[in-house]
Each structure stands twice: as structure tokens, then as C-alpha cells.
């Protein structure tokens, strides 16, 4: 069993920055790929960025690549997504997700994760 907590989230200008953590709990999270989603009112949840359980691959969604960066400290069980350049596309309640996978594909899914977190909100104004 994971649980997971976010926070970072509030409220940004364009152009801004914000740092998201969400720690975990469980004595087995570095076996835990991670990922963020966000979802963004009347719009599907979207992928945003996912590291892989050992911090060896990352990928990331194509609206945020080159402003945002995934890391992992499995010391204090705990992920951070780094957000820069933010834009009020941005907007969004941002989750973070953890589970037992590989792969770029299934790190992008949505419904390969088995646990979730309860969201934190971002708002970018423009």
C-alpha cells in the first residue's frame, strides 16, 4: 500500500515558477515508477512528465517539455516536478501516481498507476 500527498501547488503570474512535491509512504517506494497527470476543467486528464522506479528514464508530455523536470529522492521518499516558464494552459489540479511499471507507454497511462494522490491545484494568471 502507497500513500501520497502533494503540495507546492498555488498561484503563479506567467511566466513563473513552482516546485510540486509529493512524498509517499510505504517501505517500498524506490520499486515505484512515478508519475503527474493533470487535469484541467471540461478537459481529460493529461500526462505530464514520469520517472521510472529507479530514477534511470524520464519522460515527459510535449506542452511541457523543455519548462518542466521530474526528480526523485528515494532517501525521503519523496518527488518533485519542477515548473518553469508557466503558461495559464497550465492551469490544472496536478496529481501525482505511483505504481509497478516499465516502459515509456505505461508510465504515460493513466490507468497503469494504482495509487493517487488527491491533487493539488496550480492557477496561472495571465
Known amino acids: 500500500q502507497v500513500q501520497l500527498e502533494e503540495s507546492g501547488g498555488g498561484l503563479v503570474q506567467a511566466g513563473g515558477s513552482l516546485r510540486l512535491s509529493c512524498a509517499a509512504s510505504?517501505?517500498?517506494?524506490?520499486?515505484?515508477?512515478m508519475g503527474w497527470f493533470r487535469r484541467a476543467p471540461g478537459k481529460e486528464r493529461e500526462f505530464v512528465a514520469a520517472v521510472n522506479w529507479n530514477g534511470g528514464s524520464e519522460y515527459y508530455g510535449d506542452s511541457v517539455k523543455g519548462r518542466f523536470t521530474f526528480s526523485r529522492d528515494n532517501a525521503k521518499s519523496t518527488v518533485y516536478l519542477q515548473m518553469g516558464s508557466l503558461k495559464p494552459e497550465d492551469t490544472a489540479v496536478y496529481y501525482c501516481?505511483?505504481?509497478?511499471?516499465?516502459?515509456?507507454?505505461?508510465?504515460?497511462?493513466?490507468?497503469?498507476?494504482?495509487?493517487w494522490g488527491q491533487g493539488t491545484q496550480v492557477t496561472v494568471s495571465s
Open positions: 501516481a505511483a505504481g509497478l511499471l516499465t516502459g515509456e507507454r505505461a508510465l504515460m497511462r493513466p490507468n497503469a498507476y494504482k495509487y
Open positions: 510505504g517501505h517500498t517506494f524506490s520499486s515505484y515508477s
